[in-house]
Every structure is written in C-alpha cells, then in structure tokens.
C-alpha cells in the first residue's frame, strides 16, 4: 500500500488534499521518530503476514522471559476457550436437530435438552476462561512495562558522557523512550489477541467440519471478502491516526505552553498569550479540516466494506440455500454454519487488527532492541584496575573534541592536579574550561592525548572507582524535585553511618545553606518541586548554595567547581570559599569568571580557545603581561570605577 503519512504530503486513501495544510503549517514536518510509521505505511500486508511468525516467537519470548505463569495462562486459556468455541457450536446444532425434528414440540424441547445443557455449559466455560485469559494478559503488560522501563533506564544511566553529546544516540534514546519502549508489552498483547483470533477462527471452522464438511467452503467465501475489508478498515484506521500524529503533537506542544507553571512567567512577561492560541487556532483549523476529511474517507472504506461483507453473506445465503434445496445440508446444519460465521467474522476482525498493529509495533520494539545494544557498546568498562585514590592526576597533551565539531574544546593541554592543592581555570567563555574540567572529573575520555591518576593511565582503572573520588558542583545543575535533605545526600547517597565524612547539616553550614532550609515549611523535609502538595521552590542563589552543600557532603578526593558562586550573594559567597581553601587531603579545581577568587590559589591555568596560554599563581601571571592580566584588569577596573565615582561625588568628600 503505497501511502505517505505526515501533515506535509496527502494520503490518496485519506481523500484528496486541498493543500492548504502545505501553505498554512509549513513547519510541521514528520519527526525523526515517524521513519518507522512511514515504513509500516509503505509495507502490503503480504509481508506483514510474512513476519507473522518471527514477530509471535519474539513477543511470546519476550513473554515468557518476564512472567511464565502469565504467559501460560493467557495462551492455554484462550486455547481452551477455543474448544469450548468448538464444542458450543456442536452442541447447539444438537439443539437444533432435535427442535427441527419431526413429532409433538415437547418431546422434540425434551430431546434437545442434554444438548442445551451442554451447550450453556459450553458458553459459560468459554466465557470464564476468556475472562480468565484475559487477566492474565493485563497482569503480563505491566511486568513487561517495568521490565522493558528498568533495562532502558540501567543503560541509559551507565553509558558514557560522551554519548550524549552524540546527536544519533541523543535521538535514538528520546525514539524509544518516546515509542519503542512502550511496545513491548503492545507486541505481547496484539500477539495474545493475535492467538486469540487465529483460536477462535479455527474453532470455528472445526465446528463447521465436524457438522459437515461441505459447509467449510461456504465458511471460506464468507470470510475471505470479509477478511480482505478487515484489512483495509485497520489499515485504514492506522493510516488516519498517523497522518495527524504530527499535528496533535504540535497542539500537544502548544497546550502546554499554554497551561504550565513553568512557562507562565515567560509567557506574561512577553505577553505571549495571542501569539500562542492564534498558533493553536491555526494548527487546529487545519486539524479539523483534516479529521473532517478523514471521517468522510472512513465512511467510504466502511460502506465499502459492508457492502462487501453483504455481497458474500448473500453469496453464503445462496450456496446454503442450494445445499439445502439439494438435501446436502440439514437445517439444523445450516443454522449453526451462520451462528459459526458471526462467530468466525469477529474472531477474524480480530486477529487482522492484531496483525497489523503487532508488525508496525514490533518495527518500533526493534528500535529498542538496537538501542540498547548500541548502548550497551558505551558503556565506560575500563580495564577494571582498582583505583583507591590519587596523588597526582597528570594531563599529557589531551584534547577533546566533540562530535560533529570542527576544532577541538580543549587542544593538547598538559597541566599536573596534585592533592592538597586548589588550582583555578580560566578564560573567556567557551574557552574550553568546563570541557577540561570534565575530563580531569574522567566524565569524558581525551579523544588526543592521556590522563594519568599516580602514573596510570586512567583507561585503565575501574570508572565506578574513579568517579567515586570525584565531586562535580556543575553551574549546569538540575533542581533534583527531591527534599532539602534528599538533595543534599544523593551526593553520597550509599554513605554508611559508621563510614567518615560530613554530615548534611555541616555541608549544609559550610554551603551557608542551612539557615535557608531551617527556614523551610519542613526543614530539611521540604519537598523542592511546586508540583507536589507542599513543595516548595527556591531562587536561584538558594539552590547553587544546596548544590555546593551536596558537592561538600560528597567529600572526595577531587573537588570540582564550576561556577560555584555565580547566583552567590558576597555573604553566601565568602562562606563557601572559606570551605573551598586547601586541605591536604583533598584537590580542588575551581572555575570562575570572578577572579577576585582566584587569587589565592596555588596554581592558575588560563585557557584560550582551548589551549593551554598561561599558567603560574595570581603574584606571577599578573607581572606577566598576558590575557590574566587583561582580564583581571578589566574586572578590577569595573570596581575601581565604582569606588572612585563613590569618593569623588560624596558630599562630605
Ligand atoms: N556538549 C557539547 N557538544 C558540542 N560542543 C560543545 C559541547 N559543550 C561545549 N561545547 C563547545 O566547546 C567549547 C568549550 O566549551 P566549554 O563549555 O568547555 O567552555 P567554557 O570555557 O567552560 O565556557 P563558559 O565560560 O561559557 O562556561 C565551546 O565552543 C562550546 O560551544
């Protein structure tokens, strides 16, 4: 079936495009994540049908793997079920038998009473078991969820840094989070109802065998026109719903915007609110004239399909009439054959359905599937060398550039960290500091160059053991919609009570944190996300100070901060340097813009498009005259200034 899905092109079977949905939302093009949608639409069914039995053993696998008994379950039972199908059927053309039989009414009602009998016991144990069948699929898909959730989740949070900045992998991560993780368990369950369909159509045409043979081909000719329009119809339901997906995550997009606390502020203060329901109006208006189009396009498919479906009962009704008319076939027979093609018709809607859904899911599950082993490829093993801590980490010519870039962040820099040290970087913004700060952390590997912990080459010590020497107050923090407290102790959340380190209220003393969270609703309790009952949100200076405090509690060997006092107020500010001063036991590396800062430490590195420019203490890099200067200068004169105009225009002189 050769359609094309998106907002951008017209879908022949959607009926024709006025193409006013190209001039007026010209923006709208297929997300990256539709390469599968578009691919389901450009397959015929006949290959669908092809896939059939690798996709069932891959989803029953998938199945089996998560929960036995459920998968049992809900499989036999629906087996089950479909003898029951089989045996209701027989029984009611006993029933029939009997009734269309010669003598008085009562005896005839009489005889057919063992055949009722078992024919409502029949219906009443296939509907027990389909009930039961049934639960056991629900109980499957939630395992199936967490399961499939837990393994993206474990080799999403273990990949290396580095993959993120890959724009294939960021892609293929949002892909499946977006659809191919949520298949799995769809897989599982189109594949029940698939069985479920195939069991109930072959019951079915066991019944018909048994009662009479020829009766089999009559069953044939209804069902093959009705199986055809089946097709069509669930296409042609899953073609619609494609079709518009970008749209409705446009007015998705926009409905957000629109009612989000987040987005309020902004959308006031530039008076947003006309820009953004004028952008919804026209999205919807052409959403509408869609759907409208598409329900008319419906319609057509389903008078068509019933009137096919009316051309081969009619067909059916003829042949049987002949038989009939023939002596071929009983009455009785003949009766049950049309209770067994309403039967056979839903089974068969069913199991269509199923199809279709089950091979356009499973394209999206294997998206999955890759992704994770892609993933699994990233995963930073080094050679599993213990690293019990360092004296030294020694940079030789190392550099980093990231994927998709020119020139390099950090360009064969060589520099020593040593223990009991505080060293500073420096430099204009985006000079490389933050990179170089990540890769002494280990966050990234050098793509030139080597990185040393006491003559070792980090490559090979074990990356769980390094990163456990690491503390990173990062100026890119995220607000953790955590407590006060919890915020504070996922920096060593595994710390035992009886292992050294500081406790939350010192970190959050040395951080001048504490005071503002005893100020809290609940302290150290206080939920920090507004979206929940009695959260609460902090400004922006608040939460540096409780990112400081968290990288305090850490307490590693390797203290990283970038930016740490940038939304600081000069009281918070000098609070946390004083605890940022040398001590023997621990290295620091300090990035900032204020260098007032700067001055007392050990070691200044300044960087300049990535390279390593100048490097000595604050007394010898102001002698030199180089950019440290310039830029020192620059700030200081920013003070100078003040404090000149200050004196020089008071009135008391
Ligand atoms: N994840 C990334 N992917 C691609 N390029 C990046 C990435 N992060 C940083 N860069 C680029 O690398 C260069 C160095 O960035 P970096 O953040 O290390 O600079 P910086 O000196 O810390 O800057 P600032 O003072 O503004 O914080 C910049 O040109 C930046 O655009």
Known sequence: MATVIGPRRSSREDGPSDGADELELPELEDGHWMHRATEFAHTSFRSVARRLPHLVREAVTLAWATSRRDTLAAIGLNLAAGVMTTLGLLATTGVLRELFAGGPTPDRVRAALPSLVLAALAVTARGVLTVTAGWAQARLMPQINYEVELRLFEATTAVELAAFDDAGF??????????????????????????????????????????????????????????????????????????????????????????????????????????????????????????????????????????????????????????????????????????????????????????????????????????????????????????????????????????????????????????????????????????????????????????????????????????????????????????????????????????????????????????????????????????????????GGQWQRLVAARGLYRDARLLICDEPSAALDARAEHALFKHLRRRPDRAVVLITHRLANVRHADRIFVLDHGRLVQHGTHDELMAADGLYRELFELQASGYLAVAGTESGGSPTG
């Not at 119809?233 to 007015?251: E, G, S």
């Open 170 to 539: 960021a892609e293929e991560m949002d892909r499946v989070r977006d659809r191919g993780m949520a298949e799995a368990a769809s897989i599982v369950d189109h594949t029940v109802n698939l069985i479920t369909g195939v069991v109930g159509v072959l019951a079915t045409a066991a019944a018909v065998t048994v009662i009479q043979p020829v009766l089999l081909p009559c069953l044939l000719l209804a069902a093959v026109p009705e199986a055809v329009t089946a097709v069509r119809m669930a296409r042609r339901k899953y073609l619609a719903m494609l079709a518009r997906i970008t749209r409705r995550r446009r007015m998705w997009m926009l409905a957000h915007l629109m009612a989000n606390r987040r987005t309020a502020v902004e959308v006031r203060a530039y008076q947003m609110r006309d820009f953004l329901l004028g952008e919804f109006r026209r999205v919807m208006a052409v959403e509408t004239r869609a759907e409208l189009r598409l329900v008319r396009a419906q319609s057509a498919t389903r008078a068509f399909g019933m009137s096919a479906a009316g051309v081969a009962a009619f067909g059916m009704y003829a042949v049987l009439g002949g038989l009939l008319l023939t002596g071929v076939v009983a009455l009785a027979a003949a009766a049950t054959a049309l209770l067994a093609l309403q039967s056979a018709r839903s089974s068969l809607g069913i199991a269509v359905f199923a199809t279709n859904n089950l091979y356009e899911d499973a394209l999206y599950y294997q998206d999955y599937r890759d992704f994770l082993e892609r993933a699994r490829g990233r995963i930073g093993v080094g050679e599993g060398r213990p690293a019990p801590g360092f004296d030294t980490i020694a940079l030789d010519r190392v550099s980093l550039r990231y994927p998709d870039t020119d020139t390099p962040a950090v360009d064969e820099v060589s520099l020593t960290v040593r223990r009991g040290e505080v060293v500073a970087l420096v430099g204009e913004n985006g000079s490389g500091k933050t990179t170089l700060a990540k890769l002494i952390a280990g966050l990234y590997r050098p793509t030139g160059g080597t990185i040393h912990w006491d003559g070792v080459d980090l490559a090979e010590l074990d990356p769980a053991q390094t990163a456990a020497q690491v503390a990173v107050m990062t100026q890119e923090y995220w607000k953790f919609p955590f407590t006060a407290g919890q915020n504070i102790r996922i920096g060593r959340h595994d710390r035992r009570a009886d292992q050294a380190g500081p406790t939350m209220e010192d970190a959050a003393r040395a951080a001048a944190a504490h005071d503002m969270i005893a100020d809290l609703p609940f302290g150290y309790d206080t939920l920090l996300d507004r979206e929940f009952k009695n959260g609460q949100d902090l400004s």
